[in-house]
Nanobody
């Protein structure tokens, strides 16, 4: 199994930046795609960005040009650099790892609040 631990959330003013990090441990060799998802109060969890082992990336339209996902396969980490943050980016952000056996692992989530 794979364990994921997120860090880097917090409170930031609109227009500010935050960097989220996710570290994988356990059977990390079984990880395929990694990604970040978020869930705002009263809303469904949604995709933010994903990155494959080969570093191909995919972004939600709402974050394109503002967020950048990056991955270090040697360290088993995936980061999300978030710039020009907006109040609507406020959510709990979750790291996800898709495994080669078809299952998925999720982190515990980290709160991001964008407010003045």
């Amino acid at each position: 199994q794979v364990q994921l631990v997120e860090s880097g959330g917090g409170l930031v003013q609109p227009g500010g930046s935050l960097r989220l990090s996710c570290a994988a441990s356990g059977s990390s060799f079984s990880i395929n795609t990694m990604g970040w998802y978020r869930q705002a109060p009263g809303k469904q969890r949604e995709l933010v960005a994903t990155v494959t082992k080969g570093s191909s990336t995919n972004y939600a339209d709402s974050v394109k040009g503002r967020f950048t996902i990056s991955r270090d396969n040697a360290k088993n980490t995936v980061d999300l650099q978030m710039n020009t943050l907006k109040p609507e980016d406020t959510a709990v952000y979750y790291c996800k790892a898709d495994l080669i056996n078809g299952l998925a692992s999720w982190g515990q989530g980290t709160q991001v609040t964008v407010s003045s």
